[in-house]
């Protein structure tokens, strides 16, 4: 699961910037063999952040047990790292799928 996507059709291996590119810009054509796959990212990123969330949960309760003044700062802090971790990892969680019917719209392309 932990692993960045491969090309359905070819099994190219994305690079983690490839793969970001290919999420932000919903580009759905393979760079190496120009073939259609669609990106799917459930539910394996609402796991990735429900894990996240848990574990920010907990050490936020742990922090929260040791302060001994009421200062939100490091749970803040905690928070806002947690979430960027969740980011930058999605494109780890992220799956190339094939889709049939674009594949063979890709194909007639090609004869051009
Ligand atoms: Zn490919």
Do not use: W
């Not at 742990?62 to 790292?81: E, H, K, N, Q």
């Not at 990892?89 to 890709?106: A, C, E, R």
């Amino acid at each position: 699961m932990f692993k960045l996507p491969v090309c359905p059709h070819c099994r190219t291996v994305y690079r983690y910037k490839d793969t970001k590119n290919a999420i932000l810009k919903k580009d759905t054509e393979c760079y190496h063999c120009h073939q259609q796959f669609r990106i799917k990212l459930f539910p394996y990123v609402l796991i990735e952040a429900a894990v996240l969330i848990a574990v920010c949960i907990g050490v936020n309760l742990l922090i929260l047990s040791r302060l001994s003044s009421f200062d939100l700062f490091p749970l803040f802090a905690v928070t806002i790292g947690i979430l960027l971790i969740v980011i930058v990892l999605i494109p780890f969680f992220t799956h190339f799928i094939k889709v049939d019917k674009d594949q063979k719209k890709s194909q007639k392309k090609r004869k051009k």
